[in-house]
């Protein structure tokens, strides 16, 4: 079974750009989570999708938003990049109806706003 | 979810039991601990969980007090590999709301 994959792995913008990240699940989940990594606050929960509605959200400007397609996959997208918003971008998948299953993080994307 | 306070650092030799402390002293009688570990530039990765009972599966041992105010990771054979940053996690479950609170871990370096 293939794992959760995240595109790109790398990623450079300018200031003021906006950016659109990828995110496929394990085949047969319902749910995608994304989550924000800084060294400085460490990782954070941005968003989390199931059957393409937005369940529950985080602490975060308007400037993040995503959503997700009827296959599951998902996309976050960040609008007027600014320079901290550099960071990695996880995403987790889980089949989302149990309360106690666990999540399935991807390897990420690695954001750098110069 | 319940705070959590581990150690920010531990080292472990290859090949001896690594140890892993966290204290959840303000959980709650439904909320589960969780241990997830990130090797450098990966995403996390679940390792196991547990709410009342001692719990073991082939990558760790986890074993929680009568009281549940703390628990403990055992990883019987540390490698090399397992290097990386480790997470307690005291919550209501991830599954059906894709949020864990992540504090700042525990750093383990396993040394040769």
């Known amino acids: 079974k293939a794992g959760v994959t995240q595109t790109p792995r790398y990623l450079i913008k300018t200031r003021g750009q906006q950016v659109t990240l990828s995110c496929s699940p394990i085949s047969g989940h319902r749910s995608v989570s994304w989550y924000q990594q800084t060294p400085g606050q460490g990782l954070q929960f941005l968003f989390e999708?199931?059957?393409?509605?937005?369940?529950n959200k985080g602490n975060f400007p308007g400037r993040f938003s995503g959503r997700q397609f009827s296959n599951s996959r998902s996309e976050m997208n960040v609008s007027t990049l600014e320079l901290g918003d550099s960071a990695l971008y996880l995403c987790?998948?889980?089949?989302?109806?149990?309360?106690?299953?666990?999540?399935?993080f991807g390897s990420g994307t690695q954001l750098s706003v110069l | 979810d319940a705070k959590t306070t581990q150690p920010p650092s531990m080292d472990c030799a290859e090949g001896r039991a690594a140890n892993l402390p966290c204290n959840h002293s303000t959980i709650s009688g439904n909320e589960y601990v969780y241990w997830y570990r990130q090797i450098h530039s990966q995403g996390p990765q679940y390792i196991i969980h547990g709410l009342k009972n001692n719990e073991t599966n082939e990558m760790a041992s986890l074993i929680i007090t009568e009281d549940r105010k703390s628990s403990t990771l055992i990883l019987p054979h540390a490698t090399l590999r397992d290097t990386a940053v480790y997470y307690c996690i005291a919550g209501l479950g991830s599954g059906n709301t894709g949020k864990l609170i992540f504090g700042q871990g525990t750093t383990l370096q396993v040394k040769p």
């Open positions: 987790a998948s889980s089949s989302g109806q149990a309360t106690n299953e666990k999540l399935f």
């Open positions: 999708y199931f059957s393409e509605t937005q369940r």
